[in-house]
């Protein structure tokens, strides 16, 4: 547990004590190296350590070509260019993480207060997710990397970092649908728009295969390890604040979530909120790609008190809040296991390593 709180405390420390808008961008550059050293070295830390290892090796095993049959696009070119390299899974957990940390820092400094928002990231998104989820994080990387642009950004660019983020994994083409929402149409072209993407994203699944992977995991298959109550919970992360701001009154939620396609988010982590009652898992992995609405939502909220001082009590009770719900994890969830024991590369004898696949 340790460890974890290492990396999290300093976060924690300049979140309470920074203005807001700043960044001190030395301190800021070297917690993202040390993030980026913490987690894509990580030596045997996650519940899909093993199946990764399986996905690396069997990607390697034959052309180029074949690697695709073991993963989406991207995550393939990424597993053969490693493997090939002979760093095998600890390349592609680096590489994996410098995506997924490159997207979270520039959304972070798109908010008030970006340290507060990293806090908010660190517990789940950070510590959990991006050491467990790996192509998945990667997804979120590029998304979040657009979300930080999506007011400015051309449809085209909005197309081409969709794909990009699912090319990595197949659910970010979901988000094809926010950008049909944008669209400046009359209501009913957009209906048959949203039809017509999530015809592609259905045909996608099935041509891919990954269809019926999912369904057997996140649908149909669902059994009490993928329906749980503590993916309620993780939904929750992002539909309490969601709430929060509709609750707060226009105000606040115009200072909240002042764009629309924030607006958009925060309804979609609420709508997470009940498809989390029938299939939890699912809803609980969507709701990572909506993690903007509670880091959003929490870097924003010193703005509506205007006394300096209950600024800083806000955020030293953030601070302690966020570095909280890490320990009651790392103690108690039903992942938390796999966690238990942190090792990085730099440290483990060469032996050890887990070094393919030249």
Known sequence: ?????????????????????????LIWGSVFLILLVFIGLRHHVGMDWNNYLWMIRYANDGSFIDAF???????????????QAGLGIYGVYLGGTAIFLAGLFRYCKTT???????????????????????RQ????????WLFAEWPDASLRKRLAFILLATSFHISAAGFLVFMVLDFRIPAWLKILAVAFFGGVIVYILNVSGQAEYY??????????????????????????????????GKRSRSILIPERFQVQMAILAII?????????????????????????????????????????????????FFLSF???????????????????????????????CQ
């Open 215 to 248: 369904d057997s995991v996140y649908g149909s298959g669902q059994t009490r390890t993928t329906q749980s109550a503590g993916a309620v919970v993780h939904v929750l992360l992002n539909a309490g604040p969601a709430i929060m701001c509709f609750l707060l």
């Open 112 to 134: 008030p207060s970006p340290w507060i928002a990293l806090l908010v990231a660190m517990p789940f998104l950070v510590i959990v997710i991006s050491m467990s989820a790996a």
């Open 272 to 320: 997470l909120l009940g498809i989390s009652l029938v299939a939890s898992t699912a809803a609980s992995r969507m709701s990572l790609y909506v993690f903007p609405v509670s880091i959003r939502f929490f870097s924003v909220l010193p703005l509506l008190l205007r006394d300096s001082n209950s600024r800083i009590t806000l955020k030293a009770c953030l601070g302690v």
């Open 137 to 144: 994080t990667v997804a979120i990387g590029v998304m979040l």
């Open 1 to 25: 547990m340790l460890p974890y709180i290492l990396v999290t405390a300093p976060v924690a420390v300049m979140a309470v004590v920074s203005p807001l808008h700043r960044r001190y961008p």
């Open 326 to 356: 890490l320990v009651a994890w790392l103690s108690a969830g039903n992942s938390a296991v796999g966690h238990a024991h942190y090792r990085n590369a730099l440290f483990v004898p060469y032996y050890e390593l887990e070094l393919c």
């Open 69 to 83: 049959a073991y993963a989406e696009p991207g995550y393939a070119i990424l597993l053969w260019i490693f493997g």
